[in-house]
């Protein structure tokens, strides 16, 4: 068990005994109810660890369980805690089709957990009722495909199906951003740009035919002609970086 995810379990463990007894006032003052979402922003964040009844918290805490450590290892505390919390609060959001519903539930921090999980293990084998083995990737496409087809009526049955969707979506942004923003993104970028070839501009022909060709090599006054002409007749932009490379040393040397 890692150090997030054994804290979230004790945590939505702990809310859901302690809110039990009063859990319709509970429920009320700390629930997600889409159309107040303004006037009580906190419940966005609440919400999350608050759970219907045992079989909710347990089956939550099932899908945190299995998929939440290995997750955690690969991306580290800090960004499974903000996958986390981010998918829950994107599936709240998704739940404004039931606007006057109160939602309750980490179902959509979970499923936010569980797509990542599949973004980076999706041929990993899952059992469904420790039988059925799905590959993740597709547990997740089919997840989503029922949570849209389920969900176009609201909440049916009592399950916010979008909140599970909205989870996905959280899940799949908070991801993108990490990989975008990462320390590790951010030097692959700079590699990319040192490495990338410049553009030469007008000033760089300029300082190009002011290079005398005579003092050239006749080798290299012969490609210095060429490319002299490739770049009038077809424009500095025509020139790969081989020929723009040699015009550099070409002119460093004059």
Not at 60 to 71: A, E, K, Q, V
Not at 96 to 104: N, S
């Amino acid at each position: 068990m890692t150090p997030w995810v054994t804290r979230l379990l004790v945590l939505n463990v702990i809310v859901y005994f302690v809110a039990a007894p009063y859990a319709e006032v509970v429920f009320r003052q700390f629930g997600w109810i889409p159309a107040l979402g303004l006037v009580r922003p906190w419940t966005i964040i609440t919400y999350q660890f608050l759970h219907a009844n045992f079989w909710h918290l347990l089956f939550n805490m099932i899908g945190l369980f299995f998929f939440g450590p290995r997750l955690e290892d690969r991306i580290g505390g800090r960004h499974f805690l903000g996958l986390y919390l981010l998918s829950g609060a994107v599936g709240g959001l998704l739940s404004f089709f039931t606007p006057f519903a109160i939602i309750v539930g980490a179902s959509g921090a979970v499923f936010g957990v569980l797509l990542g999980f599949a973004r980076y293990w999706p041929e990993e084998k899952i059992y469904i009722w420790g039988v059925l083995p799905l590959k993740a990737r597709v547990l997740v496409v089919g997840l989503a495909v029922f949570s849209v087809w389920a969900g176009l009526g609201g909440a049916v049955g009592g399950v916010a199906h979008f909140a599970h969707l909205g989870g996905f979506v959280g899940g799949w942004l908070y991801l993108k951003l990490l990989e975008r923003y990462s320390s590790g993104a951010r030097f692959r970028r700079k590699v990319k740009k040192a490495q990338a070839p410049t553009q030469p501009s007008g000033r760089d022909l300029e300082r190009w035919q002011a290079v005398d060709p005579q003092g050239l090599h006749p080798l290299n006054r012969e490609e210095y002609e060429r490319i002299m002409e490739k770049a009038r007749g077809s424009g500095i932009s025509s020139l790969n970086h081989q020929e723009r490379a040699f015009m550099e040393r070409v002119a460093r040397q004059d």
